[in-house]
């Protein structure tokens, strides 16, 4: 559970940062606005995904908000946020615990 929530809390907060660059992976592949609207209603989740957070239970609105994703528009921005790093000139982000 804890993994599935660090795994879960880390894509959401790539969506979070990414929401910005949105908007020109929208205009570049012809994907709808409704991407980029899906994606800003996922700020009520902000408070589920913030790294040392006590609050376990996301709300009824980040829930609906989540669920109202397109697999699709979820899926490209993740890919998004995965490239950064070598735009930046920086190494690979990492998800895996260390221990």
């Known amino acids: ?3 599935l929530k660090s795994v879960l809390s880390q894509v959401l907060l790539s969506i979070l940062i990414t929401i910005l ?6 205009e570049s592949q012809g994907q709808p606005q409704t991407c980029l609207a899906s994606l ?3 700020n009520v989740c902000s408070p589920f995904v913030l ?3 006590s609050n376990t239970t996301p709300t009824t609105e ?3 908000a989540l669920q109202s994703l397109d697999h699709e528009c979820i899926c490209n921005t993740v890919r998004v946020a995965a490239r950064l790093p070598s735009h930046c000139n920086l ?6 615990r260390h221990h």
């Open 40 to 42: 800003g209603n996922l």
């Open 21 to 26: 660059l949105q908007r020109q992976v929208i």
């Open 1 to 3: 559970m804890a993994d």
């Open 62 to 64: 980040c829930c609906a």
């Open 51 to 53: 790294p040392g957070t």
């Open 91 to 96: 190494p690979p982000i990492s998800c895996t």
